[in-house]
């Protein structure tokens, strides 16, 4: 097997974690297991958000019996976005907010304030929730909120953290949409995109309510970046969040570990290793961490490492890419002297890392050369943030489109002699 079949091989087992967090079929089994009952005195809300959410409420239409009244609406990001028959579906900005994500959020939050208690609310959440529905709480501004996540998504926070202080600047998040929706009952089917399946952090945990603690404002200056927060949201971060003890019934219903069990049971005759420790933290330290772990097996005639989790990169620069392109280029780099033919690859179960139309990268023994063949520059491209460039001219960019789900990423490393 030579690099071309080991990179389509990478490619190949990609394609099949990402088939494993197919929505519909997570929404069909759990809305089978436990079907939807005809409430005659009421109406059914169905309200899905995140990058999964066409695929998951088509699935749950079909599940709603036919005598139930029903209003029904889905927000989601532009590449994903369809039209449903009895839906109405709005796209939204991602992963910055936009003023159709605040339309969006004002229609969902105008559906939610219409329940009463002989409804019921069924929310499909998936990844993504967060920067699709900015509802925003008094004082903020749109503009406030893309310079928070321009912000958050630049200084290398992690997706809990940034999460966390998005809950108190959000009417929806941390709880939110159950005080919206009270008196009625709220059921969730939830597809995780973050490491640890925390239910609190999937979307800024509309349906579940924010534990009491933390320190936004501590965490912030920490990074060092708490006096470039515009003023509205510093006040509110200040202001301790009230928190909902009202609850809902939520189901977690996919997860990113699911997607690597099913790598590993298609490729048994490679004797597959799944790393159970999330590969997490900036991509310099994950790069690190990844070689590490391949340096500390066993040497065999074939070797299939898989890894699952969500890195974090500080731009620095003004290059394009991703996490996932920077840490297949910095792993590049770093495995110079790795024997055999090998290839490693990493990506987004979205299809989409970073501001690109790349779900990541793929790179082998080659891609520093190839890069450097084309006049490119690896050290100075990764202290820009141009892995994209690095990638696009060593034939690496691993490209599937928008998926229509989001389980955070895949990490593949193949390796024969």
Known sequence: ????????????????????????????????????????????????????????????????????????????????????????????????????????GTAVMDLLRSATKSDQVLCLISGGGSALLPTLRDGLTLADKIKVSEILLESGFDIEQMNRIRQHLSVLKGGGLLALAHPAKVRSLIISDVVGDDLEIIASGPTVPASVGGNPCALLNDKGVWDAMPGAAKTLLKTPRDTSNRSARDTLICTNGQCLDAIASSALDWSPQIVTEPLVGDVRDAAKSVLDCIRSQPKSARQLIIWGGETTVEINGNGMGGRNQELAVRFAELASDLTGEWVFLSGGTDGRDGPTDAAGGIVDRQTIAQAQTNNINVAAALEDNDSHRVLDNSNGLLKTGATGTNVADIQIFLRMG
């Open 1 to 104: 097997m030579n690099l071309t079949d080991l990179k389509h091989l990478a490619r190949t087992l990609f394609l099949e974690g990402v088939r494993a967090a197919d929505p519909k079929l997570a929404v069909q089994r759990a809305l089978t297991a436990e079907p939807l009952k005809v409430n005659p005195e009421g109406c059914l809300l169905v309200i899905a958000f995140g990058k999964a959410s066409i695929a998951m409420i088509q699935q749950a239409l079909q599940h709603i019996p036919a005598a139930q009244r029903i209003e029904a609406i889905a927000v989601t990001n532009y590449e994903n976005a369809r039209e449903i028959d009895g839906c109405r579906v709005m796209a939204a900005g991602h992963p910055l907010p936009d003023q159709n994500g605040i339309e969006a």
